[in-house]
């Protein structure tokens, strides 16, 4: 069964680099490739970043690239997404999730329509 657990967020200023975190469990990490989404109230949830289920191989949307950092820790169960140089447009709810997967990586796509866990709101601001 599908394990996801995220937190990490709050208020965070834009100087500020806090690190996400989403609890899974052994079934969910050896299954499945990781991924990070957002979504702003009133849109579309996007994809961030994703993470290969055995290579380590990762993926960004251009508008993260070089602030925020995906990795996972199988021996805690744990996949984070680091955040860095914040910028108001970060402040969302993010989530975790499985996500399909690619030629020896990972695509930022959920793997089920609709798994998905409670979420952690980041808010930056100044």
């Known amino acids: 069964q599908v394990q996801l657990v995220e937190s990490g967020g709050g208020l965070v200023q834009p100087g500020e680099s806090p690190t996400l975190s989403c609890a899974s469990n052994k079934f969910t990490l050896h299954h499945f490739a990781m991924g990070w989404f957002r979504q702003v109230s009133g849109k579309e949830r996007e994809g961030v970043s994703c993470?290969?289920?055995?290579?380590?191989?990762?993926n960004y949307v251009d508008a993260v690239k070089g602030r925020f950092t995906i990795s996972k820790d199988n021996a805690k169960l744990t996949v984070y997404l680091q955040l860095s140089n914040l910028k108001p447009e970060d402040t969302a709810d993010y989530y975790c999730?499985?996500?399909?997967?690619?030629?020896?990586?990972?695509?930022?796509?959920?793997?089920?329509?609709?798994?998905w866990g409670q979420g952690t709101r980041v808010t930056v601001s100044s």
């Open positions: 999730a499985p996500v399909m997967p690619g030629q020896g990586s990972c695509v930022m796509t959920p793997y089920f329509d609709n798994y």
């Open positions: 993470i290969s289920r055995h290579s380590g191989n990762t």
